[in-house]
Every structure is written in C-alpha cells, then in structure tokens.
C-alpha cells in the first residue's frame, strides 16, 4: 500500500542530508528515473464560488520502481541541490502542455487552466522563457490556460533579470500566480512588481482559520490587499465546509483543497470531471 511504501522511505529520509553515501545514490536514482521516463504528473482541480471545476494544479509524483510513489517533498530538495530539477521541470512543463492540448478536445476539459509548479533554479535560466516558448511552438495551446506558480523567496535576488524573462512569457499569453503567499519573505514591495495575476494563500493560514482570529484576520486582509491591486486570490489546502464558508466570508472565491478533491492520476482526473 501507499503507507507501506512511505514507511520504507528511510532511503529519502531528510537526515539523510547529511550522509554523502546516500545522498549520491539518491543522486543517481533520479538520473535513472529521468532516463526511465519514472515521473507522473497528478491533478487537483482547482474550483470556482460554485464548486465548478476552472483549473487544476500539476503536482509531480515519482513512481519508484521499488518503493512505489514518492511525494515531491521526498525528492525537490535534491533535485534543486543537483540541479536535475532544470531537466525534470522541462517534462513536467512538456507534459502539461500536452494535457491541455489534449483537453482541448472536450467542451468538459477545454477550459481548464493547468497550474505548473515552477522553482527558482528553472526560472532563473536565463534561456527558461525560450524553452516555454519552444513547447508552444510544438504544443499549440491556448497560452491562458498554462500558469506558473512561482514562491517568493527564490526570486529575492537577481529580481530584475526573473522580471524580465517573466514579462517575455506575459507577452505571449501566459500567467503566473506567486504561490505559499504570506510564508516566505513577502516584500509588499516585490509584490507590487512582480508581473503576476494570482495570489495562493498558503495552506497554513487556511489551516487553523477555525480557531485562529489572527489567521482570520490575515486571510482578510490578503485577499482584500489582492483585489485592490487587481489580483486574483486563491486558497489552497481547502479540507472543510467551515474552512470554505470562513474563506468565502473574507472574499475568496477561487479554492482548492481535499475538500474538492486530491491530487489524483489524470484518467481519474478527468472521470471526476465527468
Ligand atoms: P505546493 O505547490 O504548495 O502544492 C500543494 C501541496 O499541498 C501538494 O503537496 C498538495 O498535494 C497538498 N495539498 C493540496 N490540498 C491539500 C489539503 O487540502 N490538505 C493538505 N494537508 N494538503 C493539501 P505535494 O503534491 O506533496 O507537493 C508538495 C510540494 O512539492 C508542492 O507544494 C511544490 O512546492 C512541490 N512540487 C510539486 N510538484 C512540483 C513540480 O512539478 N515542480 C516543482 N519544482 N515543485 C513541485
Ligand atoms: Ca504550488
Ligand atoms: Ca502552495
Ligand atoms: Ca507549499
């Protein structure tokens, strides 16, 4: 089972950090699973006011051929360190340009924005926009339906040079939302040059909305900063109707969540969407 596999993990065991030996096998593993195509895309949708599907987001798994599937957390860090995550983040890029194109053929499908998780090391190549575009010239989808999901921190440096390659992806069509917003190192002032159209509070404020008034008082003020600068919100980490009615209540309107569904292979993704 899923658990059983997790509970082997030791092998990717954040301690294991510290151990060279390990971590060059870890390394090498995900040499091998680049190689041997062992990386699956999962979906979770994305909804509107009234509970209907606009989106999902991308979320990348890795199917071990011992250790059965690995969560992102398991292994992005590595990635990141080693710099695989440039040559992963192209198929996981490739692979979701290929899902919205193949959703184009269903009026069920045909809307839906598909959200990619985008990390620093990648955006910051200075040729990552010509790759974007590349894929556009061999996928021909409809560009406002692909989104970057950019985090704060890894943009603090070298700020100007990622604004640049994110205005040539602007002018082409595609967004990008600025993810965990309110954890990582919100400068109010990046926030105000940043050429993005979303907002995702981060999950830990949707967490504890319940009982937390200071959490209350935060979500509204994110999502009220937000629309008065002409942005979209979204919350993720959804579980429950209080959480939702609470979110609601401080003006979002875009959530994503268990509550509305997991992150699930596609064929499930779409029957769910049926
Ligand atoms: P993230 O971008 O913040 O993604 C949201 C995470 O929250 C996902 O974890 C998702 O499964 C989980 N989640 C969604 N709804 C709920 C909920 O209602 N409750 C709870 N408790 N969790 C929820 P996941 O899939 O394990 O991904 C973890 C992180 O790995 C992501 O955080 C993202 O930073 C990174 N990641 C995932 N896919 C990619 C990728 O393709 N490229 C890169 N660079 N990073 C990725
Ligand atoms: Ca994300
Ligand atoms: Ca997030
Ligand atoms: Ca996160």
């Given at each position: 089972?899923?658990?059983?596999?997790?509970?082997?993990?030791?092998?990717?065991?954040?301690?294991?950090?510290?151990?060279?030996?390990?971590?060059?096998?870890?390394?090498?593993?995900?040499?091998?699973?680049?190689?041997?195509?062992?990386?699956?895309?999962?979906?979770?949708?994305?909804?509107?006011?009234?509970?209907?599907?606009?989106?999902?987001?991308?979320?990348?798994?890795?199917?071990?051929?011992?250790?059965?599937?690995?969560?992102?957390?398991?292994?992005?860090?590595?990635?990141?360190?080693?710099?695989?995550?440039?040559?992963?983040?192209?198929?996981?890029?490739?692979?979701?340009?290929?899902?919205?194109?193949?959703?184009?053929?269903?009026?069920?499908?045909?809307?839906?924005?598909?959200?990619?998780?985008?990390?620093?090391?990648?955006?910051?190549?200075?040729?990552?926009?010509?790759?974007?575009?590349?894929?556009?010239?061999?996928?021909?989808?409809?560009?406002?339906?692909?989104?970057?999901?950019?985090?704060?921190?890894?943009?603090?440096?070298?700020i100007d040079a990622t604004i640049a390659i994110m205005r040539k992806l602007n002018a082409?069509?595609?967004?990008?939302?600025?993810?965990?917003?309110?954890?990582?190192?919100?400068?109010?002032?990046?926030?105000?040059?940043?050429?993005?159209e979303q907002l995702k509070i981060d999950r830990s404020f949707v967490q504890?909305?319940?009982?937390?008034?200071?959490?209350?008082?935060?979500?509204?003020?994110?999502?009220?900063?937000?629309?008065?600068?002409?942005?979209?919100?979204?919350?993720?980490?959804?579980?429950?109707?209080?959480?939702?009615?609470?979110?609601?209540?401080?003006?979002?309107?875009?959530?994503?969540?268990?509550?509305?569904?997991?992150?699930?292979?596609?064929?499930?993704?779409?029957?769910?969407?049926?």
């Amino acid at each position: 089972s899923k658990k059983n596999g997790r509970n082997q993990l030791n092998f990717f065991d954040p301690n294991m950090q510290r151990s060279m030996s390990k971590r060059a096998s870890l390394d090498a593993e995900l040499h091998r699973a680049i190689d041997h195509h062992e990386f699956v895309l999962y979906y979770q949708v994305q909804v509107d006011n009234w509970r209907q599907a606009i989106g999902a987001e991308a979320l990348i798994r890795w199917q071990h051929p011992e250790l059965g599937l690995i969560t992102p957390n398991d292994f992005i860090y590595a990635a990141e360190e080693n710099g695989l995550i440039v040559p992963i983040g192209l198929w996981v890029l490739e692979t979701a340009c290929q899902q919205i194109l193949a959703w184009q053929d269903s009026p069920l499908t045909q809307h839906l924005v598909l959200a990619v998780n985008v990390s620093a090391r990648q955006l910051k190549q200075t040729d990552f926009a010509d790759q974007v575009l590349n894929l556009l010239k061999l996928y021909p989808i409809p560009t406002n339906q692909l989104k970057l999901e950019i985090t704060e921190g890894m943009l603090l440096d070298d700020i100007d040079a990622t604004i640049a390659i994110m205005r040539k992806l602007n002018a082409v069509g595609i967004r990008f939302a600025l993810d965990d917003f309110g954890v990582g190192y919100s400068s109010l002032q990046y926030l105000k040059r940043l050429p993005i159209e979303q907002l995702k509070i981060d999950r830990s404020f949707v967490q504890d909305l319940e009982d937390d008034e200071h959490d209350r008082t935060i979500v509204r003020t994110i999502v009220s900063m937000a629309h008065s600068l002409g942005l979209d919100v979204i919350a993720e980490g959804v579980e429950n109707e209080l959480q939702l009615r609470l979110l609601r209540n401080k003006g979002c309107v875009h959530f994503q969540g268990y509550l509305f569904g997991k992150p699930v292979d596609i064929r499930q993704f779409n029957a769910l969407l049926m």
